[in-house]
């Protein structure tokens, strides 16, 4: 899988394969792990550490064994696909199937047990393993309502998925189970999802372009797990890398979608989008429209040339994402564009995007939206650096908004709006923001002081200052400075400032600061990193 090396994400895995938000245990803070064997007696799993009770966030690793003539072929329940082992991070009771099969092999020759997948697939039962051996398959796939795991000799191994290739489209559309799994392939043209259909799609390298102009294609009610895949070069008209239509609820979790058309597209469907690099889209890198709801958590959304995000008549929650480096100057793009939207916005860093209006944020008829814990910085626009707000209704909390670029409210633009806030780092203060017969409450919890990031990103405006269209988004490190330690990313370490962040104990009180290391002074930390695990300490 490709990997970037503009940004590097707020946290590590949230979890593995888990389906619904992200844990909502409550205050619960003790879980179980239980785990099932299919069939009984078709091997093991060994369980590190192996306790009767987990503590809310610990990490297992399960290590499952086969016995006698069986071979393992996946997870299924609370955790999805082929990892072997697999890591968990226990959020919540949590409940793990290991499924094992009989294998059989397809391969070029007579030494294997078929010479195609289709008539591997055809000829075998429910429950059974195809190992696919390196060569080049010049078929179409279709599971045709079969349980089976289809995979290659090695699913992780970038060599193996490079050399063995279906030259062809992978169908399901029989309304297939998360017992239907295609893993570590090259699939020259896209995994289509069709009529109810719920398989695994993992670790394959989907490029484009092929005919219908998407790497993974859902439709009709359909909810593929998407885990693990490289998905490229879908450009061809609206080609889109995942496209989702009408009724469908995807999980797309650890995917590198890159240089396609749109990255991720939910039109009239659901998604949940966990640890994917979404970037260097022709237009938008996550689209939702049509009554989609997304919740979108840990994604790194950067290099698109349209927006990071746009939603319209859509419900977002966006959680923990990198959001920089996204839109084109004088185009109408900015990190988050939301038109008559719920949105929810929290804990992001949203940085060095830019647009005609509302270089971070644009929003126009939203008639709730809630932001808290987001880091605003150096996005740019004519009207509205950071914020440019239409006919919406927006509050905002324990945010930072420094430094950002706009010709008319370099931090917000409000126009006909209901603003509100409160516990955030202003740049400029109230002067930072322009309103235009709307009501802003804008309240003395504010301040205007240098917020003390570790290095702050910047536009380096290679050599030309008066023209924007050429210059390049440089990220940096927007942890807040302190003096008794704040966390590094590149080091994975806590590093010791000599001076500290005002933005430090200084959010609302009553807003939840249990996830902050010790010593945390008891208050929540202002910005992205206010509230989670790596959250700068109290000096």
Known sequence: MRTTALFV????????????????????????????????????????????????????????????SYGFAHWEGDGKGLANPAVVDIVRDTKVTAVFGTEHT?????????????????????????????????EDVDFKGKALTVRSTAPFTASTVIATIINGTVFFRSMETEDSVVAGFTIKDSAECLNGSSPVIQANDIAGPGAVGFGVFCMNNSSPWILDNTISGWTAGTGSGVYCLNFCDAHIEGNDIFSNYYGVWCDNSDAVLRNNVVETSSAHGIMVESGGTVLAENNTISLNKGCGVLGN?????????????????????????????????????????????????????????????NTFHTNRATNGGAIYLVSSSV????????????????????????????????????????????????????????????????????????????????????????????????????????????CIDAGDPASDYGLEPLPNGGRINVGAYGGIETASKTP
Do not use: M
Not at 123 to 133: A, Q
């Open 395 to 502: 509050s905002f909390s324990n945010c930072i908004f420094w430094n950002d670029q706009a010709t008319i409210g370099p931090e917000v633009w409000a126009g006909n709006s209901i603003v509100a806030v409160g516990y955030s780092d202003v740049s400029g203060g109230i002067g930072g923001i322009y309103n235009s017969g709307g009501q802003v409450r804008y309240d003395s919890t504010n301040f205007n002081l240098d917020p003390l990031f570790a290095l702050p990103g910047y536009w380096d405006l290679n050599g030309t200052p008066a023209n924007y269209t050429d210059d390049v988004w440089v990220n940096g490190d927007y942890h807040l400075k302190s003096q008794r330690g704040r966390w590094s990313d590149l080091l994975s370490n806590w590093l010791v400032d000599t001076v500290t962040s005002p």
């Open 106 to 138: 397809v391969g070029p020759g007579g030494s294997y047990d078929f010479t195609s997948i289709q008539s591997a697939i055809d000829t075998l039962t429910d429950g059974d393993i195809i190992v696919v051996h390196p060569d080049t398959y010049n």
């Open 9 to 68: 994400a707020l946290v590590a895995v949230f979890g593995w394969g888990c389906g619904g938000g992200g844990g909502g245990s409550g205050g619960q803070t003790v879980f179980t792990l239980t785990i099932d064997i299919v069939p009984a007696g078709a091997g093991s799993v060994s369980v590190s550490p192996g306790k009767a009770a987990y503590a809310k966030g610990e990490r297992v690793t399960l290590t499952p064994t086969a016995t006698g």
């Open 313 to 373: 008549l859509a419900r977002l929650t966006l959680r923990r994402n990198i959001i920089g480096a996204n839109g084109t100057w004088a185009s109408s793009t900015s990190g988050v564009n939301c038109v008559q939207c719920d949105l929810t916005l929290e804990n992001n860093l949203i940085v060095g995007n830019q647009g005609t209006a509302g270089g971070g944020l644009s929003c126009q008829d939203v008639y709730h939206g809630e932001v808290s814990n």
